[in-house]
Each structure stands twice: as C-alpha cells, then as structure tokens.
C-alpha cells in the first residue's frame, strides 16, 4: 500500500484518488477533495510560518493522511479498514446519502479517530500541551473554508438555500461537527492515547472506532424527518459524482 512521506506526496496520492474516482463515478472522491484543499492549506500554512513548529506539523499531516491513505487501500483490496472508514466507504456505493453526509462521514473517521491518534504520535506525555496551538491553527483553516463549501454545495442544489433555512446554516451542521465537537474530541483523545502504552493501544484504538462507527450511523440516519429533506435534496442533486467532485475541487 503506497505511503506518503512529505506533505507533497500526500497530495499526490490524494490526487491520485481524486481521479480514479471521477473515472468510476465513486463518491469516495468527494471528501478527498474536501481533504485535499484542507491539506494545500495546512502546506501554505506550514511555508508561510502560520505554525509554530513547521516541521512537526508535517510529520503530524503525514501522519494523518498515511491512516486515511491505508484505510483507502485496504478497502479497494477488499481488505478491512477501521469499521468506521469501511461504514463510510460502504455508503458511497448507494444512491442516498448526499453531499453533506459524505462530507460528515469522512470528516467523523478522519478527525474522531484518526486525528486523536496522529497528534499523539509526534507527541510525548511531557510535551502534548506545544502542539496545541498549533492544532488550533487547523479550526481557522477549516473557518475559512466552510463559506465556499456551502457555495459547491449550492452548486449542487440550487434550492438548498431554501432547505438550509429550516436546517440551519451549512456552516453552523460543518463548524459544529468538524470543529467544536469532533476537534475537541479529538484533542482529548490524543491527551489519553499519548499516556498509553504501546501495547494497549490497538485495543483503544479499537474501542475508540466502535464508539465513532456509531456517530457514523447516526449521520447515515439522522432521524425521520432529517433522512426525508436529505432524500428529497438528493433527488434534485445535479450533475454527476465527478462533476460533484469538480464543483468541491473549485473551494479556495
């Protein structure tokens, strides 16, 4: 399985992934190009000295993307990935789920699970509390783009404006979700897994991936009345997935 060791090289395989899934009409490219523009992100941050400590916060987004990457793979060869990954990659194979849940389903596996485990390792017990400004930094990068993603979204489905009035705001459901809960969480779970030792990690990492496998089915299914706006937006989703893919490829 292909392993990114720079932050470019993440981008390369995230680029990778993008096209073979405008190819096969996958929805797995849409949170991969969400994911991608987060990382250019994060790479100018890290050239423009937006990080206290650069280098760290490369090894730590190699990190990250390389349990997004393995998960990937491992699920095209069939192979198992995190349940909370395949739960999320099983689901861009039916009709249902919009934009948005494609979104949130890959934001939950990445941020809640994947996140927490990457920041520990480039950390210690004694010096976790230093990256936490810098882990801060990514909620301002996620600010940012939040504006031009309700815009793709919008692209999409026009008359998702008028929907978002009775759901409320795209930004407040991404903010929320990907930021104050699943960040947070994230963080406090890295301060836990840091203090572990080696050999009880797996076990809590296996723990930690049935607790946000359900968070993932509550996204897939978030209740009666929430489900049916989803299905009627679906319904009058334009374009098609790669054309979906493009439309999230244009966020800046």
Known sequence: MKQANTIEEVIQFLDEIIETSK???SAIGLF???????TYKIRDGIANGLFQDGPRMEKLDVIFANRYLDAYYQYQK?????????????????????????LLL??????NLDLGIASARVSTVENIETLKSDFDQINTILSDLV??????????????????????KIDNIVIDFS??????????????FVALPEH?????????????????RLISNPGYFVSSAFKFIRLFERGTVSKKIIYLEEIE
């Open 32 to 38: 991969t190009a969400l994911y991608r523009e987060v």
């Open 200 to 216: 009880q990690r797996e076990a809590t990492i296996q723990e930690r991936d049935v607790k946000i496998t359900e968070v993932a």
């Open 179 to 192: 930021m104050k809960t699943a960040r947070d969480g994230a963080w406090k779970f890295a301060n836990e």
């Open 147 to 168: 504006a031009n993603v309700e815009k793709a979204l919008t692209k999409i489905w026009p008359a998702m404006t008028i929907v978002l009035k009775v759901l409320g």
């Open 106 to 111: 890959g934001i939950n596996a990445h941020v």
């Open 78 to 102: 069939n192979e198992k990935p995190s349940g909370c990954w395949e739960f999320s990659f099983q689901k861009t194979e039916i009709f249902w789920p919009i934009v948005v849940q494609h």
């Open 23 to 25: 190819q096969e009409q």
